[in-house]
Every structure is written in C-alpha cells, then in structure tokens.
C-alpha cells in the first residue's frame, strides 16, 4: 500500500504569512494527489484537485504543486478562516486511497 | 447543488453491525461518473477510507475492513449505504459519505467531493 507522509505536523503562523505544507508518497503517484482543509467539528473540504488545480470557490491564495512522490501545498497569505488542519490524499492505488496524518495550521 | 446527508444510530454494540445511511440530495446518484462511499475519522485522529460503490456494481474496499464491510445503493431512494459489521470500540469514528468524482472515467485522476457533515457513532455496551 502507499504511505503519505505530511511535514510538518503542526505549524504556528500569522495572518499574511506564506505557508507551506510538505506531503511524500512513498512511491510515484503521478498527479493523483488531493488537498482537503478541515475546520474543528466540520467534514473535510476539498482544495486542490489533481496536484494543482484549484477546486472552484476555494481563494486563489492556495496552489499545490509537484508530481510523482513530493507534492506542496501553499497559503500565499494566511487569513484568519485557513487556522485548520489540512491533509494530503492519493488517489492513484484503487487498492487503498489514503490519507496523510495531517498538518494543524494554528495562530502564532 | 449536490448534498449529502448521514443518517442511522449513534450507538452500537460491541459484535453488533453499524449501519449507516447517506441521502443524496441536488443530483442523481445514478450519474456515470461517480462512485459513492464513506470515509471514516477517530475522534482526535485522522481519516481512513472505508470503500466505495459505483452504481451499477464496481466495490472497492480498504483491505483492512474489507472482510467487514458492505456498501450498497439505491437508486429508487437516492440513498447509498454502509454495513460494518462485528464492530468493536476501535470503530467508534465520525462517518462521512462521500462522491468520488473522477474514478469512474476510465480511473482517471480522482477525489472526493462533496462530503456529508459527518455522523458520530459510538461502540460501547
């Protein structure tokens, strides 16, 4: 099965700060790599579709990036409504989708 | 636009079957190019899918509750289901169902959206 990996588990920052998240696949996954945001109590939301395309509604502000086991996630400028968790997950093993640990963004 | 709603008991007994159900609301659960399923979180954890059905038949399980595990759906109520069954207290979790947009066309690239706004179910005695 594939195990995704996230880095780093927890991250403190300030609102206008440029925010990046790490996920690793361990083996090659192409593009097939999603982006959820999950707020306290709410179901997961999903970001970015296929590595780097923007779901609609989702702000510009966020963009992915990568191909094959290595995949980023970026918050050009942390507002006060992305304080969350955010998870990677492949899509590429029908086997097992899975997920990473995920990554709580919180107030610095 | 497409919702999706869980409904069924928020407490089980242990050895008993959880049995949950997601309505589909906005949209045709019939449509070719989805699959239906459910996506499980441990209170204070991460998430875990659970399987996937489309509606004509295709299943696919995560190996580790496969031997458990039961997706069906139903076209007539635009609802799709899960059975998990011989449960214990490591499957207490909030349960999402899910669309899986993307699978069903040729297994191309893939994801879940939307979800459900997730139900609690609790095992304990």
């Known amino acids: 099965d594939i195990q995704m990996t996230q880095s780093p588990s927890s991250l403190s920052a300030s609102v206008g700060d440029r925010v990046t998240i790490t996920c690793r696949a361990s083996q090659s996954i192409s593009r097939y790599l999603n982006w959820y945001q999950q707020k306290p109590g709410k179901a997961p939301k999903l970001l970015i579709y296929?590595?780097?395309s923007l779901q609609s509604g989702v702000p510009s502000r966020f963009s992915g990036s990568g191909s094959g086991t290595d995949f980023t996630l970026t918050i050009s400028s942390l507002q006060p409504e992305d304080f969350a968790t955010y998870y990677c997950q492949q899509s590429y093993s029908t086997e097992e989708f899975t997920f990473g640990p995920g990554t709580k963004v919180d107030m610095k | 636009q497409l919702q999706l709603q869980e409904s069924g008991p928020g407490l089980v007994k242990p050895s008993e079957t959880l049995s949950l159900t997601c309505t589909v609301s906005g949209g045709s659960i019939s449509t070719n190019n989805y699959y239906w399923g459910w996506i499980r979180q441990p209170p204070g954890k991460g998430l875990e899918w659970i399987g996937m059905?489309?509606?004509?038949?295709?299943?696919y399980y995560n190996p580790s509750l496969k031997s458990r595990v039961t997706i069906s759906v139903d076209m007539s109520k635009s609802q799709f289901s899960l059975n998990l069954k011989s449960v214990t207290a490591a499957d207490t979790a909030v349960y999402y169902c899910?669309?899986?947009?993307?699978?069903?066309?040729?297994?191309?690239?893939?994801?879940?959206?939307?979800w459900g706004q997730g139900t609690l179910v609790t095992v304990s005695s």
């Open positions: 296929a590595a780097s």
């Open positions: 059905k489309y509606y004509s038949g295709s299943t």
């Open positions: 899910v669309r899986n947009w993307g699978l069903a066309t040729a297994g191309g690239l893939n994801w879940f959206d939307p």
